[in-house]
């Protein structure tokens, strides 16, 4: 395996063992200002199950009787996907979760002073209401998953404490939650080795959101680490600086870490633009993935090698996601084997000598207006004398 794709000798395993869990309906609605209707939640679940996301966190029943109604109606669409509901830590609210009939259910718990001592409570607490709470969802749920909120920010030794009571419990898998992204790629590796070495059995997952824009290369590390689930977001859509997103993790596992992955990747972009409908939310035209500008080129010795080889400055075809090739953009740093490409796909042949020129005026026009310039214009610059 070539260096820049990890070093991990256990590639393969990862590769079987891991799931990733979309939470875009529960935690990327939980961003100021974002709601969606019982439409677009319907529609974004079918989206993920045909990206190929093997758990979708739909969202929380007890919030009110619409919320309710939504989830079941996700859950009687009996996609391939396993669908999975968010609750706190309220035997009322786990019995309300149960009436969507979905057999998996999130229980969050605050593992942090920080947390704990704003919620009133204390760690006699804490440990008591674990198991209290665990063996309540057990009369309802097949599968029962445990949230560790802010186990970033928490003590080691209680949060040990935490996971020794609930390593008691058969649980599908315990949530690690950097509550509010304050972890590095190389304390997420030093936290859930320490766990896994403590608690080999337990299935880990890895929540990671973004405060600090480390959240896909903390999912990344947390992967490494030896964690079998990852929950992330649509566009990264969360609340603050949200969430690692859905799409940046799926392209880092194919191409950083060279992982063979079984998602339809195709259907990215698609995805990604209706997430930024429904939510009312834009991303940068320079994210990662799904910007408009992240398949343009315009640097002339790129374009030139680009040319030759389109491996030499684009890991990522445009197909792979779902989008069309982009033309190379023409500005202030263009080169002169683009400028005869642009008009040898319009079956024009022009001589280096006049691409030359053309590209001092291109050049001279993009200083001047401070932007790209555009194809119509670049025709008629071709006769114009500057």
Known sequence: M???????????????????IDSTLRDGEQAPGVV???????????????LGIEIIEAGIPSMNKKEMETMS???????????????????????????????????????????LSAMGKNKKWLLDSVNETLQHASNYFRNISLGAMDASRANYDDLFDFLVVASSFHLSRLRVADTVGILSPFSVVQL?????????????EFHGHNDLGMATANTISAIH?????VSTTINGLGERAGNAPTEEVIMALKHSMGIEI????????????????????????????????????????HTRCLLENKKTFQIIEA????????????????????????????????TKSEAQILNHKIKAMSEKL???????EIDQLRFTNI
């Open 2 to 20: 070539r260096l820049y794709r990890g070093v991990s000798k256990n590639i393969k395993n990862m590769k079987q063992n891991l799931s990733l």
């Open 192 to 204: 859930i080795s320490k766990i896994k070495n403590s608690f080999p059995t337990l299935p880990l």
């Open 36 to 50: 969606f209707s019982q439409e677009e939640k319907i529609q974004i679940a079918i989206m993920l199950d045909q």
């Open 73 to 115: 109606e996700i859950v009687k669409l009996k996609l391939n996907c396993n669908i999975s509901m968010w609750s706190r830590a309220v035997k009322k609210d786990i019995e309300e979760t149960a009436k969507t009939g979905c057999d998996t259910i999130h229980i969050s718990f605050p593992v942090s002073d920080i947390h």
């Open 225 to 229: 680490a030896g964690c079998e689930f």
């Open 319 to 350: 197909a792979e996601i779902g989008r069309k090739e982009e033309e190379f953009v023409f500005g202030k740093h263009s080169g002169t084997s683009a400028l005869i490409d642009y008009y040898k796909r319009r079956a024009i042949e022009i």
């Open 370 to 376: 401070k932007r790209q310039i555009l194809p119509a």
């Open 262 to 301: 079984n998602y339809q990747t195709e259907n990215i972009n698609q995805l990604c633009a209706y997430v930024s409908k429904a939510s009312n939310t834009s991303f940068a035209a320079n994210k990662p993935i799904v910007g408009e500008k992240v398949l343009m080129h315009e640097s002339g010795i």
